[in-house]
């Protein structure tokens, strides 16, 4: 065979990695056969340095004193006497990376995962948290919404729905690589979960949001909180109409230059207006097939002519000509998956929060009086015409 027959695309299309107990004979067994196979590149082990910072957190008045390598030492010994450390805890095989990680059983596992968070977010919190269900529906500012999830504790049951795969034009705001190109970014997503947290639970509705699953999509498991980043306006529609059936929160992040939009619509409090009554009562199928043009009319009008930055305004003029879609920064999707995780965080632990819009925006922060004012002149100027 020749070099180029060898270069064949090929995807890797495993979402789940493999967990092994060693304590188990069949487990070991499995895991004699990955390595006769040559399926594994990578062995990661500091299993001693996981028990290490178990015994820190669990003993903090301890952590400082100059015995304290002797107390973890004692520890560890302890735990040798029934099982050898290699027989214990979990093993997670990795088959994308071909890596083997020896990790912390469950509790233990989240238990130091978590000992940082705390008391921003207090036990009980983290608790509510952790064991609540997400859906999130769209995968490119939902990418950074799923990982903010998960890097916090929260959402241990994330349901990801995308039917697209990642492209070259998405690298400037998925936080992904280039070995990604070509892979479904539900895929994508599940993997970067199941890094961050091997007890997670993620289902893949790869085919996307669709009127014949999102039933299943709200209801098995129940979702605690939808989190709407769809491009098609009129599923959109649909999932609000599900939410307000339903009874669940639902929560919208939109770009806008650098900034982020954020709307949170409490179905499951009150009877809250689609979109905050911006684009008054439409059905969801009289608008599943619009072109980009027109998704961008209305996301517009969703958003506000008033909040939408100038260069995105003078943009959307451009679509077709001088550009193929709408703008969007890597910033801005990494901005507003912080705020849609604080706010998925604040609902499910009933903090205080608003039901309505909040603007994200750095640019209020950060830039000057009188440039503001220019721009809210250019948006006046482009609005009227």
Same mark, same amino acid.
């Given at each position: 065979?020749?070099?180029?027959?060898?270069?064949?695309?090929?995807?890797?299309?495993?979402?789940?990695?493999?967990?092994?107990?060693?304590?188990?004979?069949?487990?070991?067994?499995?895991? /004699?056969?990955?390595?006769?196979?040559?399926?594994i590149a990578q062995v990661v082990?500091?299993?001693?340095?996981?028990?290490?910072?178990?015994?820190?957190?669990?003993?903090?008045?301890?952590?400082?004193?100059?015995?304290?390598?002797?107390?973890?030492? @004692?520890? %560890?010994?302890?735990?040798?006497?029934?099982?050898?450390?290699?027989?214990?805890?979990?093993?997670?095989?990795?088959?994308?990376?071909?890596?083997?990680?020896?990790?912390? /059983?469950?509790?233990?596992?989240?238990?130091?995962?978590?000992?940082?968070?705390?008391?921003?977010?207090?036990?009980?919190? @983290?608790? $509510?948290?952790?064991?609540?269900?997400?859906?999130?529906?769209?995968?490119?500012?939902?990418?950074?919404?799923?990982?903010?999830?998960?890097?916090?504790?929260?959402?241990?049951?994330?349901?990801?729905?995308?039917?697209?795969?990642?492209?070259?034009?998405?690298?400037?705001?998925?936080?992904?690589?280039?070995?990604?190109?070509?892979? #479904?970014?539900?895929? $994508?997503?599940?993997?970067? %979960?199941?890094?961050?947290?091997?007890?997670?639970?993620?289902?893949?509705? &790869?085919?996307?949001?669709?009127?014949?699953?999102?039933?299943?999509?709200?209801?098995?498991?129940?979702? &605690?909180?939808? $989190?709407?980043?769809?491009?098609?306006?009129?599923?959109?529609?649909?999932?609000?109409?599900?939410?307000?059936?339903?009874?669940?929160?639902?929560?919208?992040?939109?770009?806008?230059?650098? &900034?982020?939009?954020v709307d949170i619509e409490r179905?499951?409090?009150?009877?809250?207006?689609?979109?905050?009554?911006?684009?008054?009562?439409?059905?969801?199928?009289?608008?599943?097939?619009?072109?980009?043009?027109?998704?961008?009319?209305?996301?517009?009008?969703?958003?506000?002519?008033?909040?939408?930055?100038?260069?995105?305004?003078?943009?959307?003029?451009?679509?077709?000509?001088?550009?193929?879609?709408?703008? @969007?920064?890597?910033?801005?999707?990494?901005?507003?998956?912080?705020?849609? #995780?604080?706010?998925?965080?604040?609902?499910?632990?009933?903090?205080?929060?608003?039901?309505?819009?909040?603007?994200?925006?750095? &640019?209020?922060?950060?830039?000057?009086?009188?440039?503001?004012?220019?721009?809210?002149?250019?948006?006046?100027?482009?609005?009227?015409?």
């Open positions: 065979m020749n070099l180029s027959e060898k270069l064949t695309h090929t995807i890797n299309t495993d979402t789940t990695p493999l967990l092994l107990n060693l304590s188990k004979k069949e487990d070991q067994k499995q895991l /004699e056969q990955l390595f006769e196979k040559s399926l082990d500091t299993y001693e340095d996981q028990l290490t910072e178990l015994v820190e957190i669990r003993n903090p008045e301890k952590a400082f004193l100059e015995n304290f390598t002797e107390i973890v030492q @004692q520890f %560890i010994q302890e735990r040798s006497e029934s099982l050898p450390l290699w027989q214990q805890g979990n093993w997670a095989y990795y088959s994308w990376s071909q890596t083997l990680v020896h990790i912390l /059983e469950d509790d233990e596992f989240q238990e130091c995962r978590f000992n940082r968070n705390h008391n921003f977010i207090t036990r009980e919190e @983290q608790k $509510i948290f952790y064991n609540s269900t997400i859906g999130i529906a769209g995968l490119s500012v939902g990418n950074s919404v799923a990982l903010n999830l998960a890097i916090e504790g929260g959402a241990k049951t994330i349901k990801l729905a995308d039917f697209d795969e990642l492209s070259i034009t998405n690298l400037n705001r998925i936080r992904t690589g280039v070995h990604s190109l070509g892979t #479904a970014k539900t895929t $994508i997503c599940a993997r970067q %979960i199941y890094e961050l947290n091997p007890y997670a639970q993620v289902i893949i509705f &790869d085919k996307g949001m669709q009127e014949e699953t999102i039933d299943e999509f709200y209801d098995s498991p129940k979702l &605690d909180i939808v $989190i709407d980043e769809l491009d098609n306006l009129g599923m959109k529609v649909l999932m609000r109409e599900k939410a307000k059936e339903k009874k669940i929160p639902l929560i919208m992040a939109t770009d806008n230059g650098d &900034d982020g939009i179905h499951d409090l009150e009877d809250t207006e689609f979109f905050g009554g911006r684009i008054g009562q439409i059905s969801y199928k009289d608008l599943l097939h619009l072109s980009k043009f027109e998704i961008g009319k209305y996301a517009s009008q969703i958003i506000g002519p008033e909040n939408v930055h100038s260069k995105m305004l003078g943009s959307l003029d451009q679509l077709g000509k001088t550009l193929v879609s709408w703008p @969007q920064l890597g910033g801005a999707a990494l901005l507003n998956g912080a705020a849609v #995780a604080y706010t998925a965080r604040k609902i499910l632990t009933n903090a205080p929060l608003i039901n309505g819009r909040a603007m994200v925006s750095l &640019d209020a922060i950060l830039t000057p009086k009188c440039a503001l004012e220019e721009e809210l002149k250019k948006r006046q100027e482009l609005i009227s015409k």
